[in-house]
Structures are given as structure tokens and as C-alpha cells.
């Protein structure tokens, strides 16, 4: 039998967002506790306005990036067909270090689960631009079965 790849599967298969709810462009590092993704801002991105992109949008970055964690253990664990519902995300602490996110800046999140327990997680996060931390959030996530 041959590894499982991440390359093999689409942000689709780990995550429930399309189109412009879809943050995360590519994935960079991925296991079953913890991911780093990329992604760039856009205009069409949700709290977006003429200036750039309210960083409330990070703690969605920061769930989604979460989720990829996630959902790549469900693949690992219960398969590519397995229930693929999202999940619930409470925002346990969130701190914004920028005032705006500006458009085509590159962004770096990385999520690492700190704590689990049957299908609730926590979640530590931290986002960054040009090496600068611009973010930071401990998300709590369920999961409905």
C-alpha cells in the first residue's frame, strides 16, 4: 500500500469553504495535530473595503488552517469519504497587531491543536506577514457527529 500525500487531495477534501469563503490558498506543512498554510489577501475576501481587509478575517484564516490539521487526520483515520461537516469554531482569545490587512499582502498561518478530546479541539494559531506576527488566536472547534 502506498502513503497517503497530501499533494493527492484538493483544500475541498479537508475543508467545507468554496469560492470567496475559501482563504487558504495552499497548504505548506500538514500532520495530524498541526498545519501552515499560505494565503493572499484579496478584495473579494469577506470585511474587505477600499483600504484592505479588516483583520477580523484572521480568526477565519486561523479556523481554516486548523481545519486543514483536522481534516487531514479524519482522511488519515476514517478516509476520504468520511463525514466531511465543519466545524464549530469559538474564539477562546484573539489578538490583532495590525490595523488592516493590505490587498496581495502574502500571509502565513499556523495552527497546532493543543488539546483534544473525542471531538473537541483547541487550537493554538498565529499568523504572520513578511516575518512579522500580525496575529494570534486560541480557537476552540467541534465537531457534530
Excluded at 65 to 81: F, S
Excluded at 117 to 128: A, D, G, I, T, Y
Amino acid at each position: 500500500m502506498s502513503k497517503i500525500e497530501i499533494s493527492d487531495f484538493a483544500l475541498e477534501d479537508l475543508l467545507p469553504h468554496r469560492d470567496r469563503m475559501l482563504l487558504v490558498s495552499e497548504i505548506l506543512e500538514v500532520d495530524s495535530s498541526k498545519a501552515r498554510t499560505f494565503c493572499r489577501v484579496d478584495p473579494a475576501w469577506p470585511l474587505a473595503d477600499d483600504q484592505g481587509v479588516d483583520p477580523l478575517v484572521l480568526v477565519e484564516l486561523a479556523a481554516q488552517t486548523a481545519g486543514v490539521c483536522n481534516g487531514w487526520d479524519r482522511i488519515l483515520t476514517r478516509g476520504l469519504d468520511s463525514n466531511r461537516m465543519g466545524w464549530l469554531v469559538g474564539v477562546k482569545k484573539a489578538e490583532f497587531l495590525i490595523e488592516s490587512l493590505p490587498f496581495g499582502a502574502a500571509i502565513i498561518a499556523s495552527a497546532e491543536n493543543t488539546y483534544i478530546f473525542n471531538n473537541l479541539r483547541e487550537v493554538s494559531c498565529e499568523l504572520r506577514m513578511d516575518d512579522r506576527v500580525i496575529g494570534r488566536a486560541i480557537l476552540q472547534l467541534f465537531q457534530a457527529e
